[in-house]
Structures are given as C-alpha cells and as structure tokens.
C-alpha cells in the first residue's frame, strides 16, 4: 500500500523498487485522480462581480443565474460588514433565480452561510427547487417547523420533512450542511454557529 500526502496535480508517476530499496527500476505507473467539486458555488462577495444588472456569479462558470426584485451587486464598505465588491440583498424579496440549474434527482449536499432579521416567519427559502410542488422537488427553509428550525424536505419520500430543533437566533450567520444519500435513503442536517461549533444534528431513513 502507499499513502501520500496533499496532491495537487491530477496526474502523477512513481516508481517501484525491489525489496533492498537501492533503487533497481521496477516499473512505473501512472494514475489519473479524479476530484468531483461542487456542480455550483455562489459566493456573493466574488471581488470580480462587475455591476452587470442582476447578475449571479457562478464560481464554476456553468450555472450562472439572475437577482430578482432588486438584488445590487456594488462596492461594500465597513458599514456593510464586508469590502470589496458583492451582491447585496434587501433582506425583503429579493432573491436569486437559477433558471437553468439541473434537477437533482440523486444523492446530494448543500451548503450554505444565512441569517435572519425574523426567526419566526414561515416560508424563508434558503435554497429551494420548488415551483411545482411536484415529488422529488426539495428545498431548506427556515420557519416552516416552528421558530428558529431549520427545514429540509423532499417531496415523495415516506418521510417528507426533516426539522433541526430551535437553534436559530436572529441577526446571527449560521453554517447548515443537509444531505441525502440515495443509496441508503437517509436525510441528514447540520447546523453550525460562525466558530464551527456544531448546534443541532438530525437525520432520518426515509
């Protein structure tokens, strides 16, 4: 067996030696690494955000997507509690429209910073493939399973809903991880706090 340490290229070489180690050539092998990253990353505080109206960077160039109702994308300063240029929403409607993002029907992870003015409104879609309401469409959301709970649904499973406990408070970010792995058909949700302290962890077979 070998263990390597951190690789940065996709493909590498190495050399077997005999059983004395003084260097006798054996063979070589090369071995093609395949590293899957995220199909999609929006940071929105991407410095290269340019002013374009309703713009929605993609950090990986493939789904990029439009604001609505009025999210700006403008140079921040120290009042905004970031610098650099960002898109910057209302707080209110605006909201981030990804139209030509793939339906996930499989296993996947979503990630995401928020926070809230409001922990006990309904309906506060955090991220969501939602419009038809139609099974396998998902979302996570805050509000819908009480105050300060955190949601993650699938529709069509037996189990349609998975809820955090009430850890939400308001005008504070948070970090939360859900997840689904089709194979063993189980939800997960994590909620971490802005120091990586983990609050609430729940999941469920569906």
């Not at 030509?100 to 409001?118: C, E, L």
Request: charged residues 25%; contains cysteine; proline residues 1%.
């Amino acid at each position: 067996s070998f263990e390597f340490g951190y690789l940065s290229g996709s493909l590498f070489r190495f050399i077997t030696f005999n059983n004395y180690g003084h260097g006798s050539y054996i063979g070589a092998r090369e071995i093609k690494l395949y590293a899957k990253g995220p199909i999609a990353s929006y940071q929105f505080e991407d410095c290269y955000y340019n002013g374009t109206v309703n713009e929605i960077k993609d950090d990986s160039g493939i789904y990029p997507g439009t604001s609505k109702n009025g999210m700006i994308s403008k140079y921040l300063s120290e009042k905004d509690d970031m610098f650099g240029r960002a898109g910057k929403f209302d707080g209110i409607d605006d909201y981030a429209e990804l139209a030509n993002f793939p339906d996930m029907t499989g296993s996947r992870t979503i990630t995401a910073w928020f926070k809230t003015k409001d922990n006990t409104k309904k309906g506060q879609r955090i991220f969501a493939d939602d419009e038809v309401n139609g099974n396998g469409n998902y979302a996570i959301s805050l509000g819908d399973g009480g105050t300060g709970k955190l949601r993650f649904y699938i529709r069509g499973l037996s189990d349609i809903s998975l809820d955090s406990a009430n850890v939400i408070q308001n005008n504070n970010w948070y970090f939360i991880a859900a997840s689904f792995d089709i194979n063993t058909m189980k939800k997960s949700l994590r909620v971490y706090d802005v120091s990586g302290h983990l609050l609430d962890s729940v999941s469920a077979t569906v």
